[in-house]
């Protein structure tokens, strides 16, 4: 069953504004990641948050974690045109050890 | 150099022929995986390879083998292919069955007609 939903399914806003996605799961978790896919490539890691996390920053990404509430956010900052993908979250969840499940992702994209 | 490979990048074929797709890693990484991405982009996981051996086998029909003749390459084949079975297939690999990261190679689009 799917784990990770995203929110909104797609974002549309103009360089250097903020993004901001939500991943709402539903079961415990070890840790959650987000993930980037450019238009027709393969995905690619860019954070992993721990359950015992509650933000963490790399370069102008921020991750939140709420585990009382099963929620994520990622926070894109001074986005660029170059940020246009899809962005996913991931649950390693604690009853599944070793298998990602996926949400269905959020589809950004930036104008310049 | 190419972390994660898989050939072809697109296969086009009739229903009712078997295929095949190919994965290879150059990270040295012990566990790979095959996840399928359908039309909503929706990604599910499919199998995993942990040094050879199958450690994750999810609710796949049967149409579906994995193959792993050493734990750098993890071939998919399929038979007897049908249209649902379009979609596109990621190859991954992750350091180890436990470790959290893994790399995705760049997809095969299956178009079943």
């Known amino acids: 069953s799917q784990q990770g939903e995203e929110d909104p399914q797609a974002l549309s806003i103009q360089e250097g504004e903020n993004a901001t996605m939500n991943c709402s799961y539903k079961t415990s978790i070890n840790n959650l990641q987000w993930y980037r896919q450019n238009s027709g490539r393969g995905l690619v890691h860019l954070i992993l948050?721990?359950?015992?996390?509650r933000e963490k920053h790399s370069g102008r990404l921020r991750v939140t974690l709420d585990t009382s509430k099963k929620s994520s956010s990622l926070l894109i900052t001074a986005s660029r045109a170059a940020d246009t993908a899809s962005y996913f979250c991931a649950t390693d969840a604690t009853d599944s050890w070793g298998k990602l499940q996926f949400g269905a992702g959020t589809q950004v994209v930036v104008t310049p | 150099d190419t972390a994660v490979s898989q050939t072809p990048k697109y296969l086009v074929t009739q229903m009712g022929n078997d295929k095949s797709i190919k994965c290879e890693q150059n990270l040295g990484h012990d566990t790979m995986y095959w996840y399928k991405q359908d039309s909503k982009k929706f990604l599910k996981i499919m199998f995993s390879y942990n040094n050879k051996e199958l450690i994750i086998n999810e609710t796949v029909p049967n149409r579906f083998s994995p193959k792993s003749p050493d734990k750098a390459h993890l071939n998919l084949h399929i038979n007897s292919l049908e249209l649902g079975d379009s979609a596109v297939y990621f190859c991954a690999s992750s350091q180890d069955s436990g470790s959290e990261t893994q790399y995705f190679g760049p997809g095969t689009r299956l178009l079943v007609l």
């Open positions: 948050i721990r359950s015992n996390e």
